[in-house]
């Protein structure tokens, strides 16, 4: 199960690291900033927002649009259900 919590975390450190990156242009300490947001990214999609059935990996704009409608894995073809 995936819980729209958890897309929506991923989707704020993805945010979070796009914010940082464009500014890291004008400070480049922000680009660190935004190579730990986008690795605590990779480590969280890994842990928590992998298909239940088969641990295929989606995208993190599939799974916002699977908060609202039926979907199903592009992998194992089982429908992914976005808990609460
Ligand atoms: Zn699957």
Not at 19 to 47: N, V
Request: with cysteine; hydrophobic share 45%.
């Amino acid at each position: 199960m995936i819980s729209r919590k958890n897309v929506n975390i991923g989707f704020t450190l993805i945010l979070l690291s796009g914010i940082t990156l464009s500014g890291g242009f004008i400070k480049w300490p922000f680009f660190i900033i935004s190579a730990i947001f986008l690795f605590s990214y990779i480590i969280f999609d890994r842990e928590k927002l992998r298909c239940p059935n088969c641990g295929g990996f989606e995208n993190l704009d599939r799974l916002m649009y699977a908060k609202n409608h039926v979907y199903h894995c592009r992998h194992c073809g089982e429908r992914i259900d976005i808990i609460e």
